[in-house]
């Protein structure tokens, strides 16, 4: 060895340069990762694993999205509880690069819808292909993921040892996450191989084909890619030449962690310097023990580390105190009935070749802003690798961990502080809206999912927020999915988008004959069976004329009574061929003069009347196209009008999701045009509608800039106090005051 070798070498020793240590290191060993394995069969009537020297159970639960202080408390209790001694427990979080079933399922459920939407679907999953390796954006770290939360709980020996012991625990893990609120199910056969195939043999590829379990042949020897080998090297584990897999252990626990905080290690919501750029794993595993051994190995430690702290030398070794204390703490909580538990930490890092350092330092960078320390394996990469798969630690992995000094005693209630149960949201199963989450989860929202309520929905978002897009594609996918969508606009936000999705545009302005007479959209026969159906009509006419008689103040009750007694007279006389021309005839006719006067307020819209063509004859609008927008802009002049059509237009959309398919959805869509509403009248008519949606399968999407602008407006409140869904975009700060206080 040179002068110059021997001073790379020491270079390479302090920088962790692999390029010089290797040749001097273990020559890298190329070899299927399947011989290592333990998995060996599965016992169908148990619904146990059988492995070489232990079996047990997995279990996938759905990622928490935070926890409190009684999430913390369920899960000791679990941990503490429900676990026989010297048992395993395991609980793994895979942020997984296949979200190609997620994509599919979303374009699939537009096949049978109108082309533009199959195109759009094509698309939109076009453009994410390769998501989970490569970032959508460019220039960026936010990758597309899965995020799958895994628990695994085994114990040494044989199934007819274990078989009850582990069965109950598995029931008792089961009920604790249902108790959480987590829906959780035992893995087969076929989901194990398919999960523990990603780990060991990772594709580019955002689907995968399904493992076949095969129930004669060991587990061990039925992975799809079994063949492939992997090299193994003092700082990683080349797989298959396309994947540099890195095992990082903690180093430095944080003083401070709760379960919680779990959420900050799956990347930032916000910053993308603290993103992870390749798919990970990280993984906790800890083997319990027994409550006599360790109450007596808790006190021993307590009482001796207590001794040790009185004397001088604690003077010149803080670290004695702090170590004291901690056994001092961790002997009150055995006492309250947690158990001891030797932990291992083990996060792996897939990135493609050559990107391994990038992916690294990024972890690294990651857990330090959150003040733990990483360190990197050296020479026992595949050590930390197998610890961190199913099962390894009742194979005796613990005990080997622990002679190496590589586990860490903790108690069973730090275990549920630590546990890597966080993800974010997956969404609802029905395929509506495809959204993805600040750390790259791609989910669906669908408001007609809300089995607990109503369907309405108000976007709340400021200038530039990007509302409008959200709203529009909120619109397109409750067209796409099926749905007939009927929009209310107010600024032509809408009309590209209606015209590119083959809807009906519908443009109020002086060059088309519109008349919008309500008495002639009534379903006359449904009217006479229907009392709920007849009071909405009535109401909807009556509520139209008192606007029409006060367009700036309200009407009183006594002008109500007569305006009431007027539309009733009409219908009775002329039913569907009535007019408003009729009800103001009808006024007139009236002996007191207010009621006269009422006839007088009433003649714009009567026959001879500036708006005559609008409420006189037979109604000419139809809806009957999946997408229907109607602008109010051409008379945005005449904002008295602009109210009347739309308090019509509402009438209109409720009438078509009346006399509609129940199974098929409906939505009616209201962006930014609460001022055109005003009175009790409308107030009463949007509370209806918002009520009344739900049980026709229908809702009443809205959209304002503000929180405050729903309450400048009885109308406006009464449609966002019936809403069961709010979406919050970005918002001014007084706005967000405006919510806290």
């Not at 972890?363 to 003040?371: C, D, E, I």
């Not at 139209?544 to 007694?565: A, G």
């Amino acid at each position: 060895m040179t002068v110059l070798d021997a001073l790379n070498r020491k270079i390479s020793m302090l920088f962790t340069d692999e390029r010089f240590l290797e040749p001097h290191g273990p020559p890298p060993v190329d070899e299927p990762i399947v011989g290592l394995l333990p998995y060996r069969a599965y016992d169908q009537q148990s619904g146990l694993f059988v492995n070489r020297a232990s079996c047990g159970f997995m279990l996938e639960v759905a990622p928490l999205t935070g926890a409190t202080e009684q999430t913390i408390s369920l899960l000791t209790a679990a941990f503490s509880d429900n676990m026989p001694d010297r048992s395993s427990l395991q609980i793994m979080c895979w942020a997984s690069p296949h979200v190609g079933g997620i994509l599919d399922g979303w374009r699939d459920a537009r096949d049978g819808a109108p082309e533009v939407y199959r195109m759009l679907a094509e698309k939109r999953t076009g453009y994410f292909e390769g998501g989970g390796w490569t970032s959508p954006l460019p220039g960026t770290a936010h990758l597309l993921r899965n995020f799958r939360i895994f628990v695994c709980g085994s114990m040494p020996g044989s199934l007819e040892k274990n078989r009850g012991t582990l069965s109950a625990a598995r029931r008792n893990l089961l009920t604790a996450m249902s108790g959480l609120g987590t829906p959780a199910k035992a893995l087969g056969p076929e989901e194990f191989l398919a999960i523990v195939d990603e780990w060991l043999f990772p594709l580019k590829e955002d689907r995968r084909d399904p493992v076949e379990w095969r129930g004669l042949d060991p587990l061990h020897q039925q992975f799809a890619q079994g063949e492939n080998a992997i090299s193994v090297h003092p700082w990683r584990l080349v797989f298959a030449g396309t994947h540099d897999v890195r095992c990082l252990s903690v180093q430095n626990w944080p003083e401070v962690w709760a379960q919680w905080q779990g959420g900050n290690l799956i990347g930032s919501p916000y910053s993308d310097f603290q993103r992870v750029p390749c798919p990970f794993l990280a993984s906790l595993s800890f083997t319990v023990g027994t409550d006599t051994s360790d109450s007596t190995r808790a006190n021993l430690k307590a009482a001796r580390s207590t001794q040790q702290a009185d004397t001088d030398l604690a003077r010149f070794l803080p670290m004695i105190r702090e170590q004291a204390r901690e056994w001092q703490y961790i002997s009150q909580k055995v006492r309250e009935g947690h158990k001891l538990a030797r932990c291992f930490y083990q996060i792996v890092t897939y990135a493609p070749l050559r990107t391994g350092d990038e992916a690294e330092q990024a972890v690294r960078s990651l857990y330090k802003a959150n003040g733990w320390r990483l360190s990197r394996d050296r020479y026992v990469q595949l050590q930390s690798f197998l610890s961190a798969m199913p099962f390894f630690p009742a194979e005796g992995m613990t005990a080997e961990l622990a002679r190496l000094g590589r586990t860490k005693t903790l108690v069973t209630w730090t275990c549920a502080n630590l546990a890597p149960l966080q993800g974010e949201w997956k969404g609802m199963n029905s395929p509506c809206m495809l959204l993805i989450g600040r750390r790259g989860q791609p989910f669906y929202w669908d408001p007609f999912a809300n089995q607990e309520g109503n369907y309405n929905v108000a976007v709340i978002g400021k200038s530039g927020s990007g509302k409008s897009v959200f709203m529009q594609e909120l619109v397109a996918s409750v067209a796409g999915a099926g749905g007939q969508v009927i929009v209310i606009d107010d600024g032509y936000s809408f009309m590209n988008s209606c015209l590119l999705q083959g809807g009906d545009f519908v443009e109020f302005s002086g060059e088309r004959e519109i008349c919008l007479n309500p008495f002639s959209i009534i379903d006359a026969d449904a009217f006479e069976s229907d009392p709920e159906y007849r009071e909405g009509a009535l109401s909807m006419i009556c509520g139209l004329v008192q606007q029409m008689c006060r367009t700036k103040s309200e009407t009183d009750d006594y002008e109500n009574s007569h305006i009431e007694r007027a539309v009733a007279e009409v219908w009775r006389a002329k039913g569907t061929a009535g007019e408003i021309n009729d009800v103001g005839l009808a006024l007139e006719a009236g002996k007191d003069k207010r009621v006269r006067d009422l006839a007088q307020m009433l003649r714009p819209c009567m026959r001879g009347g500036i708006y005559e063509r609008y409420w006189n004859g037979q109604c000419t609008l139809k809806i009957g196209s999946h997408l229907t927008v109607f602008e109010l802009s051409g008379i945005k002049t005449r904002k008295d009008l602009q109210g009347l059509v739309m308090m019509m237009m509402m009438f209109l959309a409720s009438d078509a999701m009346y006399h509609g398919d129940r199974q098929r959805r409906g939505a009616v869509v209201i962006d930014e045009a609460w001022d055109l509403l005003h009175g009790p009248a409308s107030k009463i008519f949007i509370e209806g509608l918002a009520r009344r949606a739900r049980k026709y399968n229908g809702a009443l999407i809205t959209g304002t800039q503000t929180v405050n602008d729903y309450y400048k407006n009885d109308a406006a409140l009464a449609s966002y106090e019936n809403t069961d869904w709010i979406c919050f975009l970005a918002q001014k700060a007084d706005s967000i005051n405006f919510l806290k206080n």
